[in-house]
């Protein structure tokens, strides 16, 4: 979705959990309006508040936030953990 988006010429902030995932993607487009962010929408509402505080800093304003984060429990419902189960859904919703 990022790559379609920039090379159109679109604005995009881009949020990753890996450093180097940032660096080697913002380095594929370094000429373009990129933004690239370490982000896990896992952390403290603190860490989201902070990659949009940048994002309108850099930007002024966003316009679309489309979401991607994902994980996933492999088993029977009775045997997940609540902890596993609170985690993906903290991720997921």
Do not use: W
């Not at 660096?23 to 990129?34: E, I, V």
């Not at 489309?66 to 419902?77: D, H, P, R, S, T």
């Amino acid at each position: 979705m990022c790559r379609q988006a920039l090379d159109k010429g679109d604005k995009v902030v881009a949020t990753l959990r890996r450093p180097k995932g940032i660096s080697d993607f913002a380095s594929k487009y370094s000429s373009a309006p990129l933004l690239a962010l370490k982000l896990d929408v896992t952390r403290p509402d603190s860490e989201v508040s902070s990659a949009s505080r940048e994002a309108k800093a850099r930007f002024v304003r966003v316009d679309v936030v489309f979401k991607n984060a994902a994980c996933f429990l492999v088993g029977e419902i009775k045997g997940i953990p609540e902890d596993a189960a609170r985690h993906v859904m903290e991720v997921v919703f």
